[in-house]
């Protein structure tokens, strides 16, 4: 593991951005009928979001719990909720969510 001293901590820290995580439940609708077109669109938003830089990370959560996916967004929490309320999966009832705000380091990313 590195060695990071208080200097090199402190001149990172100062570099850090703030970002807006969402965790994204199952809804009371998840299981309605005609749910997959509703998801379908839902991720063909996010792969929109994520072009046009907004939503930097989407992880679908592929476990049992109520937990569906969690989302980075590059963006406040006043914009972040918004862009969600308009999701189509929000909006029918599938998902509902949180958002937190967060900071990391701008450039992190996952690996290849």
Same mark, same amino acid.
């Given at each position: 593991?590195?060695?990071?001293?208080?200097?090199?901590?402190?001149?990172?820290?100062?570099?850090?951005?703030?970002?807006? @995580? &969402?965790?994204?439940?199952?809804?009371?609708?998840?299981?309605?009928?005609? *749910?997959? +077109?509703?998801?379908?669109?839902? $991720?063909?938003?996010?792969? +929109?979001?994520? %072009?046009?830089?907004?939503?930097? *990370?989407?992880?679908?959560?592929?476990?049992?719990?109520? @937990?569906? $996916?969690? $989302?980075?967004?590059?963006?406040? &929490?006043?914009?972040?909720?918004?862009?969600?309320?308009?999701?189509?999966? *929000?909006?029918?009832? @599938?998902?509902?969510?949180? @958002?937190?705000?967060?900071? +990391?380091?701008?450039?992190? %990313?996952?690996? %290849?």
């Amino acid at each position: 593991m590195a060695t990071i001293t208080d200097e090199q901590m402190r001149a990172q820290l100062s570099t850090t951005k703030t970002y807006t @995580v &969402v965790i994204l439940k199952a809804g009371p609708n998840r299981r309605m009928e005609g *749910v997959d +077109s509703i998801l379908w669109e839902h $991720g063909r938003r996010n792969f +929109s979001l994520r %072009a046009d830089g907004l939503l930097s *990370v989407v992880l679908p959560v592929m476990d049992e719990t109520e @937990v569906s $996916g969690i $989302g980075i967004f590059n963006l406040d &929490v006043d914009e972040t909720i918004k862009i969600m309320d308009d999701d189509p999966g *929000v909006k029918a009832g @599938v998902f509902v969510y949180e @958002v937190h705000p967060a900071r +990391s380091f701008p450039g992190d %990313a996952l690996p %290849a």
